[in-house]
């Protein structure tokens, strides 16, 4: 099974720059796609960003586009999740996935039931 670490969570001001890591081990030529989801306290997981393996495309959800960047580096079985301008709206425990499965449509990434492996999250706070 592909197992998914997080990493680079914390506390920032707003309007600084965080950036999260998630190393993939084991079967990691099985992912076909990578998503960072979030969730808020009292508040649903919701979709952040998502790439397919290769890098293209991507997907964001509106309220992170022009702030946030997903990025990946294959060689190191790593997706980045780069975080600019951050605002409290943020703050959240970040989730890092994984899909093994074949895509039908790319734009499946952006919905956490596609996904069939989860990391432990890490927190990002984001102080007003």
């Known amino acids: 099974q592909v197992q998914l670490a997080e990493s680079g969570g914390g506390l920032v001001q707003a309007g600084g720059s965080l950036r999260l890591s998630c190393a993939a081990t084991s079967y990691t030529l099985s992912i076909v796609g990578m998503g960072w989801f979030r969730q808020a306290p009292g508040k649903e997981r919701e979709f952040v960003a998502a790439?397919?393996?290769?890098?293209?495309?991507?997907y964001y959800t509106d309220s992170v586009k022009g702030r946030f960047t997903i990025s990946t580096d294959n060689a190191k079985n790593t997706v980045y999740l780069q975080m600019n301008r951050l605002e409290s709206e943020d703050t959240a425990a970040y989730y890092c996935?994984?899909?093994?499965?074949?895509?039908?449509?790319?734009?499946?990434?952006?919905?956490?039931?596609?996904?069939?492996?989860w990391g432990q999250g890490t927190q990002v706070t984001v102080s007003s």
């Open positions: 996935a994984a899909r093994t499965a074949p895509l039908t449509l790319g734009a499946q990434l952006k919905y956490d039931y596609y996904y069939n492996f």
């Open positions: 790439m397919h393996r290769s890098g293209d495309p991507t």
